[in-house]
């Protein structure tokens, strides 16, 4: 087999795992009670709203707008690619539609983006309707309240960093001792304040993230309106 059907197979291979793994988003909720109809001008302005949204959130890696009485937004983690971006923002806007069919409002979150439309406008409001956790099973066994005290300072940190960053996103790390240190993210959508962001942002440190995680060596928190997390290795480009 010649290097060039190999390159192929490999490519093939490579864009086939991307595809998977952007079919499987690490969590969804249907946020409106209401459906509309097949054909409804609320479908047609959502349809059009889809589109529109994976458009524009591309180059800068966010983008709100509205269609009628349809509102979205579209984020995408501040490290990753425009391509990545786009791949996922397009997922995101099929696969809302598809796991919340009939639904006027949804919101779906990926590793790389997340996707929000409501036949309301909520822009500039922090969403925390929807809080989704996420962490690693296993236990931190050594100087666990370092950890703990070592984590909510870089938390804290990226917090403040995130609220007055234009993009609304910081990432850092922490060393812990020798042999371990603490990678963190904190992010919000751009449509809330600087104050709002923050707020957003400093509940889930220090409330939903400890109920969840705390003791834990990594852990996340979704909501509609802002995401931190922390690993024990790296996951972001820093």
């Not at 060039?4 to 952007?22: D, R, W």
């Not at 950890?147 to 922490?174: C, H, M, P, W």
């Amino acid at each position: 087999m010649s290097f060039t059907n190999i390159f192929l197979i490999s490519c093939i291979f490579f864009l086939q795992t991307t595809i998977i793994a952007a079919n499987n988003p690490l969590s969804y909720s249907c946020i409106n009670s209401q459906n509309f109809t097949t054909g409804s001008h609320y479908e047609l302005n959502l349809n059009k709203l889809t589109g529109l949204l994976v458009y524009l959130t591309q180059p800068t890696g966010y983008a709100q707008a509205t269609v009628g009485q349809a509102h979205g937004l579209g984020l995408c983690r501040g490290d990753v690619s425009s391509f990545d971006c786009l791949s996922c923002i397009s997922e995101a806007g099929i696969q809302a539609r598809k796991l919340c069919p009939g639904n006027k409002g949804a919101v779906i979150w990926y590793d790389h983006c997340m996707f929000k439309y409501l036949d309301q406008n909520f822009f500039g409001q922090i969403d925390q309707s929807v809080a989704v956790s996420l962490l690693n099973v296993n236990n931190v066994t050594n100087n666990q309240m370092l950890f703990i005290q070592k984590n909510n300072e870089l938390l804290g940190k990226l917090s403040e960093e995130a609220s007055v960053d234009t993009k609304r996103y910081a990432s850092g790390e922490i060393i812990v001792d020798g042999n371990t240190t603490i990678y963190g993210l904190a992010q919000c959508t751009k449509d809330l304040s600087s104050y709002n962001c923050k707020k957003c942002l400093d509940y889930q440190i220090t409330s939903n993230l400890p109920n969840c995680c705390e003791g834990k060596r990594g852990g996340r928190v979704l909501v509609g309106s802002c995401n931190v997390r922390y690993e024990v290795y790296p996951f972001v480009k820093l």
